[in-house]
């Protein structure tokens, strides 16, 4: 299968469409007709690779006229690392770089799901290139002494 790409298109609409964007983590309900996704494949070693992001680069700047934007949206299980990887200030990520790619995610969504993640993982235990950072409460950021981002 090296060198090939493919799209699958998710359909969306009817029930899930019912469900407001701030009932679950995942807001992009109404209006979607489709989660898409690009995939490609090559096997590593060999030249493929770069043909492969090639045509999936090109393929997703075609598809950007069809697709939600201002600001552009994306499902948390496709995950992108063009849209945006956390920075870790102090062994914690920080709050302004995760909203750079969370809020494409989450959407309105992605200031609640960081003042959870302040409470149960204030350490940033938890983390990995995309993972919600940490929002600190006025209260702890005044009893840690620590500023926000």
């Known amino acids: 299968m090296s060198g090939a790409g493919m799209i699958i298109l998710e359909p969306h609409g009817g029930f899930i469409g019912t469900i ?3 009932a679950t983590p ?6 979607v007709l489709y989660n ?6 090559w096997s590593s070693g060999n030249e ?7 045509w999936i680069s090109s393929f997703y700047d075609y598809m950007e006229q069809y697709v939600s934007n201002n600001p552009r949206e994306t499902y ?5 690392l063009d849209i945006g990887e956390n920075v870790v200030v102090n062994d914690v990520s920080t709050f302004d770089s995760g909203r750079v790619w969370g809020e494409k995610y989450f959407a309105g969504n992605f200031q609640r ?3 959870v993640e302040g409470a149960v993982d204030p350490t940033d235990y938890f983390r990995n290139d995309q993972s919600i950072p940490p929002q600190q409460s006025t209260a ?3 009893r840690s002494g620590k500023r926000s981002d």
């Not at 898409?36 to 494949?41: D, E, G, P, R």
């Not at 493929?48 to 090639?54: C, I, M, V």
């Open 20 to 22: 407001p964007a701030g």
């Open 26 to 31: 995942y807001p992009h309900r109404s209006g």
């Open 140 to 142: 702890s950021k005044r």
């Open 113 to 115: 799901l960081a003042a």
């Open 76 to 80: 948390v299980n496709y995950r992108d």
């Open 48 to 54: 493929q690779g770069a043909a492969a992001t090639t």
């Open 36 to 41: 898409i996704q690009y995939i490609t494949f």
